[in-house]
């Protein structure tokens, strides 16, 4: 049910990407892609999948790694990766840490937006409990022509929603979501709390032009608020 827009309301809509932010997916994804290149003959550890594929497609992925063993990966191949994740994700996926206090804490309406299939996301909010609290409202890039990022995700979602783009905030942890946010007019927070970031992740985050970057979800609502008593606000400021 569509919230009453209230003047003092900060922002008409939270948008949440899913992997790396309200889940900490991406070691477990990195692992089962990893997994599986090496079972058909690519030798490759989860490290190096991170550092070359994170953020982009498996498509993309799948035709380097071809290009690269001059034969091609089974026609299933992606449908064999997605196994051994909802296979991890069983037995492993936890929530990101904080998120269900931080939730608790806003009161805007809020929705999902990732870039991922839509039972790679009802496996993951399913799995940490999280379904019910975004359901209906849970967008995958699938239902847009341009994936992150480009700002179609995004825009879809908004339109969704009723929202305008510039009433809405984006929570990100990509520099692809970030980017994705900024093309479509939207302000973005980075969040680097998730177990895959590096050291200055962060800093990456603000450069691509999130406008605060932090790395514990107890922040996040804070931050809402702050945020929104800034009309304007724009790159330069931290909530380290
Ligand atoms: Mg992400």
Not at 40 to 56: E, P, S
Not at 108 to 124: D, F, N, R
Request: aromatic share 8%; charged share 20%; proline share 6%.
């Amino acid at each position: 049910m569509k919230k009453t827009r209230r003047d003092k309301d900060p922002f008409d809509l939270v948008i949440f990407d899913c992997d790396g932010v309200l889940v900490d997916s991406e070691v477990i994804s990195c692992a089962a892609h990893a997994e599986t290149l090496t079972r058909h003959g690519y030798k490759i550890t989860a490290d190096q999948v991170f550092d070359r594929f994170l953020g982009r497609s498996m498509r993309q992925a799948s035709l380097e790694v071809e290009a690269e063993m001059g034969r091609s990966l089974p026609d299933d191949f992606h449908a064999q990766v997605y196994a051994e994740i909802f296979r991890l994700f069983a037995v492993s996926l936890q929530a990101t840490p904080h998120v269900d206090e931080a939730l608790a804490a806003i009161a805007l309406p809020v929705c999902v937006a990732s870039s991922g299939p839509p039972e790679k996301i009802s496996a993951s909010l399913n799995r940490v409990g999280l379904w019910d609290r975004f359901a209906p409202h849970i967008f995958s890039a699938v239902q847009v022509r341009n994936g992150k990022p480009a700002p179609d995700l995004f825009l879809f979602a908004a339109a969704q929603m009723q929202a305008a783009p510039a009433r809405c905030l984006v929570i990100e942890d990509s520099l692809a979501g970030i980017a994705a946010a900024v093309a479509a007019g939207m302000p973005v927070l980075g969040f680097y709390g998730g177990s895959h970031c590096r050291p200055g992740h962060g800093d990456r985050l603000r450069a691509a032009g999130a406008v605060a970057v932090f790395a514990d979800m107890r922040q996040l609502p804070d931050l809402i608020a702050r945020i929104g008593q800034k009309p304007g606000f724009v790159a330069g400021f931290s909530a380290l």
